[in-house]
C-alpha cells in the first residue's frame, strides 16, 4: 500500500482558498487518489478522487502532476464549517482492496 | 448515491459485556467490507476486512476472537466486540463500496461511526 505524506495542520482565513498537497512517492500504476474530509465524531465522508490531470466537483478540484508522486486538494473559498480532518488516500482500483489512512491534515477556518 | 449505515451510534455498557456494531450498505451489495478503530485525536486504524460468506481478514495486532466479524449477507456485516474493556473504548467505523466490475473504481463510503464506551 502506498504510503501518504500530508501537512499535520493548516490554517485559513474565511474565504481563501485552500491547499493542502500530498505526497505519494511509491503510487502504483492501478492506484487511484482520493480525498476525504472527517468532522468529530463521523465517518470520512467522499470529496473527490482522480487518476491523473486535474479533476473538479463543486466543492473541490485535485490537481495530479504527471508523475502523480503527489497530488494537491484545492477547496474554493473556505468557510467556518470547512474546518475538519481531510484525508488523502491511495488506493488500488478494486473495492475489495484494503486501504490505509495517513494521518491527515487538521484544517482550522478562522473568522 | 451509495450510502452505508451503521448501527447503534452510540453505545455505553458495563466491562465484560459483547457489543454488537451493524454496518449495512443501504443500496447496494457489498462483498467485501471493512472495519476501522478510531482513538481520539488519531487517524483511522484498519481493523480488518469483512468478506461476505467467509473468514475475515484481520490486520496484524488484532485479536480475532476479541472482535467477531461476521458477513452473512451482501448487506450486512457485523463487528462483535466479546468481552469488552475499557481499553476497548473507540471510535469503530465501518465502509464499502460497489467495488465490482465497472464499479470497481469507486472509492469506499463510511458509515457514521459507532461511539463505543465501556465502564
Known amino acids: 500500500l502506498a504510503k501518504t505524506t500530508q501537512p499535520i495542520s493548516m490554517d485559513s482565513y474565511e474565504g481563501q482558498e485552500v491547499n493542502i498537497t500530498c505526497s505519494h512517492n511509491n503510487i502504483a500504476t492501478n492506484d487511484y487518489i482520493t480525498w476525504y474530509q472527517q468532522f468529530p465524531s463521523q465517518g470520512p465522508r467522499f470529496i473527490i478522487q482522480?487518476?491523473?490531470t486535474k479533476v473538479t466537483n463543486e466543492v473541490a478540484s485535485l490537481f495530479i502532476p504527471a508523475d502523480r508522486k503527489s497530488s494537491t486538494l484545492s477547496l474554493p473559498r473556505v468557510s467556518l464549517s470547512d474546518t475538519a480532518v481531510y484525508y488523502c488516500l491511495v488506493r488500488p482500483s478494486g473495492g475489495y482492496q484494503k486501504v490505509t489512512f495517513g494521518t491527515g491534515t487538521k484544517l482550522q477556518v478562522i473568522p | 448515491g451509495a450510502v452505508v449505515s451503521q448501527h447503534p451510534s452510540w453505545v455505553i455498557c458495563k466491562s465484560g459485556t459483547s457489543v454488537k456494531i451493524e454496518c449495512r450498505s443501504l443500496d447496494f451489495q457489498a462483498t467485501t467490507m471493512f472495519w476501522y478503530r478510531q482513538f481520539p485525536k488519531q487517524s483511522l486504524m484498519l481493523m480488518a476486512t469483512s468478506n461476505e460468506g467467509s473468514k475475515a481478514t484481520y490486520e496484524q495486532g488484532v485479536e480475532k476472537d476479541k472482535f467477531l466479524i461476521n458477513h452473512a449477507s451482501l448487506t450486512l456485516s457485523t463487528l462483535t466486540v466479546t468481552s469488552a474493556h475499557p481499553e476497548d473504548s473507540s471510535f469503530y467505523i465501518c465502509s464499502a463500496n460497489l467495488g465490482q466490475g465497472p464499479y470497481s473504481n469507486q472509492p469506499q463510503h463510511f458509515g457514521d461511526g459507532t461511539r463505543l464506551s465501556i465502564l
Open positions: 482522480g487518476y491523473k
